[in-house]
Protein backbone atom coordinates (compact mmCIF):
# COMPACT_ATOMS: atom_id res chain seq x y z
CA UNK A 1 0.00 0.00 0.00
CA UNK A 2 1.19 3.55 -0.83
CA UNK A 3 -0.74 5.77 1.24
CA UNK A 4 1.22 5.89 4.17
CA UNK A 5 -1.40 7.38 7.09
CA UNK A 6 0.16 8.92 10.30
CA UNK A 7 -0.16 7.22 13.44
CA UNK A 8 -1.41 10.62 15.06
CA UNK A 9 -4.13 10.74 11.98
CA UNK A 10 -5.23 6.73 12.66
CA UNK A 11 -5.84 8.25 16.40
CA UNK A 12 -7.56 11.02 15.63
CA UNK A 13 -9.88 9.55 13.25
CA UNK A 14 -10.30 6.01 13.83
CA UNK A 15 -10.55 5.43 18.00
CA UNK A 16 -13.43 6.01 20.01
CA UNK A 17 -13.73 9.59 21.21
CA UNK A 18 -11.27 10.64 18.81
CA UNK A 19 -13.35 11.06 15.55
CA UNK A 20 -13.08 14.23 13.59
CA UNK A 21 -16.07 16.38 13.63
CA UNK A 22 -18.94 15.59 11.60
CA UNK A 23 -19.98 17.70 8.33
CA UNK A 24 -17.91 18.24 5.33
CA UNK A 25 -14.00 17.21 5.21
CA UNK A 26 -13.17 20.71 4.47
CA UNK A 27 -15.45 22.57 6.64
CA UNK A 28 -14.30 23.90 10.26
CA UNK A 29 -16.51 22.65 13.43
CA UNK A 30 -18.74 25.80 14.88
CA UNK A 31 -17.65 26.83 18.30
CA UNK A 32 -21.21 26.88 19.31
CA UNK A 33 -22.68 23.50 21.53
CA UNK A 34 -26.36 23.78 19.89
CA UNK A 35 -27.24 20.26 20.91
CA UNK A 36 -26.36 21.27 24.24
CA UNK A 37 -23.15 18.29 24.85
CA UNK A 38 -21.43 18.48 28.12
CA UNK A 39 -18.08 19.81 27.04
CA UNK A 40 -16.80 16.26 28.39
CA UNK A 41 -18.06 14.35 26.06
CA UNK A 42 -15.77 12.95 23.42
CA UNK A 43 -18.07 14.70 20.15
CA UNK A 44 -17.00 17.91 21.82
CA UNK A 45 -13.58 16.87 22.86
CA UNK A 46 -12.71 16.54 19.52
CA UNK A 47 -14.19 19.61 18.43
CA UNK A 48 -11.77 21.10 21.00
CA UNK A 49 -8.62 19.19 19.71
CA UNK A 50 -10.13 19.94 16.02
CA UNK A 51 -10.11 23.81 17.12
CA UNK A 52 -6.34 24.00 18.50
CA UNK A 53 -4.85 22.84 15.49
CA UNK A 54 -3.12 25.10 13.51
CA UNK A 55 -4.57 25.70 9.93
CA UNK A 56 -1.86 23.68 8.54
CA UNK A 57 -2.40 20.99 10.51
CA UNK A 58 -5.78 20.90 9.87
CA UNK A 59 -5.56 20.73 5.97
CA UNK A 60 -2.94 17.85 6.41
CA UNK A 61 -5.48 16.34 8.41
CA UNK A 62 -8.14 17.13 5.51
CA UNK A 63 -5.59 15.41 3.06
CA UNK A 64 -5.36 12.34 4.61
CA UNK A 65 -8.77 11.55 5.40
CA UNK A 66 -9.35 12.12 1.58
CA UNK A 67 -6.67 9.27 1.30
CA UNK A 68 -8.24 6.97 3.58
CA UNK A 69 -11.70 7.72 2.01
CA UNK A 70 -9.86 6.32 -0.94
CA UNK A 71 -8.65 3.26 0.54
CA UNK A 72 -10.44 -0.09 0.32
CA UNK A 73 -12.53 -1.46 2.76
CA UNK A 74 -9.81 -4.55 3.56
CA UNK A 75 -7.06 -1.41 3.92
CA UNK A 76 -9.37 0.73 6.44
CA UNK A 77 -9.53 -2.78 8.10
CA UNK A 78 -5.88 -3.33 8.15
CA UNK A 79 -5.03 -0.17 9.24
CA UNK A 80 -7.59 0.10 12.21
CA UNK A 81 -5.55 -4.00 13.29
CA UNK A 82 -2.42 -2.40 13.05
CA UNK A 83 -3.46 0.89 15.43
CA UNK A 84 -4.54 -1.79 18.11
CA UNK A 85 -1.45 -3.81 17.62
CA UNK A 86 0.51 -0.30 17.96
CA UNK A 87 -1.73 0.65 21.16
CA UNK A 88 -0.89 -2.62 22.43
CA UNK A 89 3.12 -1.93 22.29
CA UNK A 90 5.26 -0.40 25.03
CA UNK A 91 6.49 3.18 25.01
CA UNK A 92 9.58 1.93 23.39
CA UNK A 93 8.37 -0.03 20.79
CA UNK A 94 6.37 2.98 20.06
CA UNK A 95 9.45 5.45 20.04
CA UNK A 96 10.84 2.82 17.97
CA UNK A 97 8.40 2.58 15.17
CA UNK A 98 7.62 6.54 14.57
CA UNK A 99 11.62 7.31 14.34
CA UNK A 100 11.37 4.51 11.40
CA UNK A 101 8.40 6.31 10.30
CA UNK A 102 9.86 9.45 10.57
CA UNK A 103 13.34 8.06 8.41
CA UNK A 104 10.68 6.46 5.76
CA UNK A 105 9.12 10.37 5.72
CA UNK A 106 12.70 11.85 4.97
CA UNK A 107 13.58 9.14 2.67
CA UNK A 108 13.49 10.51 -1.25
CA UNK A 109 10.68 8.86 -3.54
CA UNK A 110 13.19 7.32 -5.67
CA UNK A 111 14.82 5.75 -2.68
CA UNK A 112 10.92 4.53 -1.13
CA UNK A 113 10.40 2.66 -4.02
CA UNK A 114 13.86 0.87 -4.01
CA UNK A 115 13.27 -0.15 -0.43
CA UNK A 116 9.20 -1.70 -1.67
CA UNK A 117 10.90 -3.33 -4.60
CA UNK A 118 13.19 -5.34 -2.42
CA UNK A 119 10.59 -5.78 0.27
CA UNK A 120 8.76 -7.26 -3.00
CA UNK A 121 12.02 -9.41 -4.45
CA UNK A 122 12.03 -10.90 -0.37
CA UNK A 123 8.82 -11.92 -0.52
CA UNK A 124 9.49 -13.79 -3.57
CA UNK A 125 12.07 -15.85 -1.43
CA UNK A 126 11.02 -19.38 -0.06
CA UNK A 127 10.87 -18.64 4.53
CA UNK A 128 13.75 -21.05 4.73
CA UNK A 129 15.80 -18.67 2.36
CA UNK A 130 14.32 -15.38 3.77
CA UNK A 131 15.64 -16.94 7.33
CA UNK A 132 18.93 -18.18 5.64
CA UNK A 133 19.25 -14.81 4.56
CA UNK A 134 18.34 -12.68 7.65
CA UNK A 135 20.86 -15.16 9.49
CA UNK A 136 24.02 -14.12 6.99
CA UNK A 137 23.23 -10.61 6.97
CA UNK A 138 23.20 -10.83 10.82
CA UNK A 139 26.58 -12.72 10.53
CA UNK A 140 27.25 -9.42 8.36
CA UNK A 141 27.54 -6.87 11.39
CA UNK A 142 30.93 -8.64 12.78
CA UNK A 143 32.82 -8.40 9.65
CA UNK A 144 35.15 -5.49 9.04
CA UNK A 145 33.99 -2.71 6.68
CA UNK A 146 35.52 -3.93 3.55
CA UNK A 147 34.85 -7.52 4.33
CA UNK A 148 31.14 -6.67 4.95
CA UNK A 149 30.80 -4.74 1.35
CA UNK A 150 32.02 -7.19 -0.50
CA UNK A 151 30.30 -10.02 1.39
CA UNK A 152 26.65 -8.17 0.80
CA UNK A 153 27.71 -8.08 -2.49
CA UNK A 154 27.51 -11.01 -2.94
CA UNK A 155 24.47 -11.67 -1.04
CA UNK A 156 22.67 -9.79 -3.00
CA UNK A 157 23.63 -11.28 -6.00
CA UNK A 158 22.96 -14.99 -4.81
CA UNK A 159 19.79 -14.00 -3.23
CA UNK A 160 18.18 -11.04 -4.70
CA UNK A 161 19.74 -10.93 -8.47
CA UNK A 162 22.01 -8.57 -8.45
CA UNK A 163 23.19 -4.86 -7.00
CA UNK A 164 19.87 -3.17 -7.45
CA UNK A 165 18.89 -3.21 -3.58
CA UNK A 166 21.68 -1.76 -2.23
CA UNK A 167 21.65 -0.26 1.19
CA UNK A 168 22.87 2.66 1.56
CA UNK A 169 26.21 4.23 0.18
CA UNK A 170 26.54 0.17 -0.92
CA UNK A 171 26.41 -0.86 2.13
CA UNK A 172 24.68 -4.11 3.56
CA UNK A 173 21.09 -4.85 1.39
CA UNK A 174 18.04 -3.45 3.02
CA UNK A 175 16.08 -5.92 3.61
CA UNK A 176 12.44 -5.74 5.00
CA UNK A 177 11.65 -5.52 8.43
CA UNK A 178 8.93 -8.33 10.12
CA UNK A 179 5.83 -7.23 10.15
CA UNK A 180 4.53 -6.43 13.45
CA UNK A 181 3.08 -9.47 15.53
CA UNK A 182 4.83 -12.19 13.18
Known amino acids: MKIIITIAFLGLLL ?3 NALPAGPVGQVPVVSNPLGKSPESP ?4 VQRWQQLS ?6 LRERYRQYQQLSAEQKQRLRQNLQRFKAMDSQ ?3 RIQ ?4 RW ?3 PPERREQLRQTYKDFSKLTPEKQQQLRQELEQLKNLPETERAERAQQL ?3 YMGGQRNMGPAGGMPRLPMRRMGH
Do not use: S, V
Open 15 to 17: LPG
Open 55 to 60: PEQQQA
Open 43 to 46: DMQA
Open 93 to 95: QQQ
Open 99 to 102: ERFQ
Open 105 to 107: QAL
Open 156 to 158: RHN
